[in-house]
């Protein structure tokens, strides 16, 4: 594509954030461009790449510009003019350009898949599973991205963040459409949204799950975090898009009231009614193996299900999944297939049982809302002791460490306090400041603080005994723990696995 060409669609699109100036030479308007990067280091000679100079945490891009260029850029995007003989292309956000970009040169693949978005605090990747689940069942090649894998539809690899860059995604989405997919269904994080990596991607359907304290560091309150997920209704919606919004939830019953598009989902319990036009949960029972509970459609009819997923409040995420399903048609025999036949969800409460009788939870909850919601579950179906394993990630919300501290000593009848990703921060202080809530919470619980989180693992799973729930919480199915400067391998789910095979135990 020649660089005007691109320009000139880019310039008329309102997904960029932020308005488009440029700096072209007469002969610049035909340099053939074929691709975008932001990493210097990934630029190729011959290739038509443009690097896109992106402000980060740590680094500015902008820094790196020489290098690209050196290295074979014939172009730049870009926040203000720099001092090189090349195509430049000025923008105030460079990050969310590059998406856009990388959008128009893939072909606009969003506007050839139909595009399920669902956001929101907790919830987004169990909603987002049983979402492909029931598309799958419904015989759509159905793609996903998120915090678990990137499943381009011939090729799966593990996710290593929940929104990817721009180029990324519209490179992964591209894909999708090169295998034939025709859904996607993307995880959208307040991060990716709020710094507009999602430009470029239209969605035709949308899911609000919830909305508690979380990453009020980067976002500095609630209200900063919520105008962030707020822009997935706004900033990326398709003509025509629907969805669904959580109105249990306070920042849900903002989006229902300001979007008429949006239809309610509640999860109804004996002391509240249904809601009147929702589509509603009603929990029948709960066990280790999942759930038995009712789903009601807005126009009266109610479906009995048996999803294999644990936690009552898995019971939201279900009635969401089936809300923004139904909205684009879904058929319902193809629902009640997709719910009942969805696979165990990857670090969410995802259980191995040990052959002595304990079961092991691997679990993401890293909130105190997400804690919560897990130790109140596993409270109820032990048949022993409860053991909680949990480590503060670093860099992130320091003020949940003791609230978390004194919520697992609510629950636990034993806790190992761990390392998680520390990154910049040193793991005993991230410690000392769980275990001052474990002690102020003045339940007397006994726990021990073991920073090697292997070793915690194992001691947890040494401890415990036939009828006892162990729970591994804070990082799911990530697969390295981050320590800022390097990061190493690792695995919860394989660690637990490893203990078993060296005892000789199967799991389950």
Known sequence: ?????????????????????????????????????????????????????????????????????????????????????????????????????EAVLRGNPSKKLKMIGVTGTNGKTTTAYVIRSI???????????????????????????????????????????????????????????????????RFDAVGFSNLTPEHLEYHGDM?????????LFVDFTADGWVGAA?????????????????????????????????????IETVSARGLSMNASFPDGETLELSPPLIGDYNASNIIEAIAVTDSIGVDRNSIIQGVTNCPQVPGRLERHTLENGVDVFIDYAHSSDGM???????????????????????DRTPLKRPVIGDIMARYADYIVVTTDNPRSESPESIAGQVEAGIVSSGTGVAYDVILDRREAIYHALERAEHGDIVVVAGKGPESCIDYGTYKIPFNDGKVVLEWASRQGAGVG
Request: aromatic content about 6%; overall charge neutral.
């Open 135 to 201: 598309m799958r069942s419904a015989g759509i090649r159905t793609g996903m991205l998120g915090t678990v894998v990137y499943d381009c539809g011939d090729s799966e690899e593990d996710a290593d963040r929940t929104t990817p860059e721009g180029p990324d995604i519209q490179d992964m989405l591209a894909k999708m459409v090169g295998a034939g997919v025709k859904c996607c269904v993307m995880e959208a994080s307040s991060h990716g949204l709020g710094q507009g990596r999602l430009a470029g991607c």
């Open 372 to 394: 919560e919601k897990i130790l109140n579950v596993l409270s109820s179906l032990k048949r022993r002791k409860l053991t909680v394993l949990w480590g503060a990630g670093g």
């Open 223 to 231: 209200e900063g975090y919520f105008a962030a997920k707020r822009r």
């Open 1 to 101: 594509m020649r660089l005007d060409e691109l320009y000139a669609e880019m310039d008329g699109s309102t997904t960029a954030g932020a308005a488009l100036t440029h700096l072209f030479k007469p002969d610049d308007a035909e340099t053939d461009v074929r691709a975008v990067r932001y990493d210097s280091a990934r630029i190729e000679p011959g290739s038509g790449m443009i690097f896109a100079c992106v402000r980060g945490e740590k680094t500015d891009g902008h820094k790196f510009a020489a290098r690209a260029i050196e290295s074979g850029a014939v172009a730049l995007i870009c926040d203000r003019v720099l001092p090189f003989d090349v195509p430049q292309i000025i923008t105030k956000n460079p990050r969310s350009v590059m998406g856009l970009a």
């Open 246 to 282: 959580n109105a249990d939830d306070e920042y849900g019953r903002r989006l229902l009231d300001e979007f008429d598009r949006l239809r309610p989902f509640t999860v109804n319990t004996g002391s509240k009614p249904g809601l009147p036009g929702a589509y509603s949960a009603s």
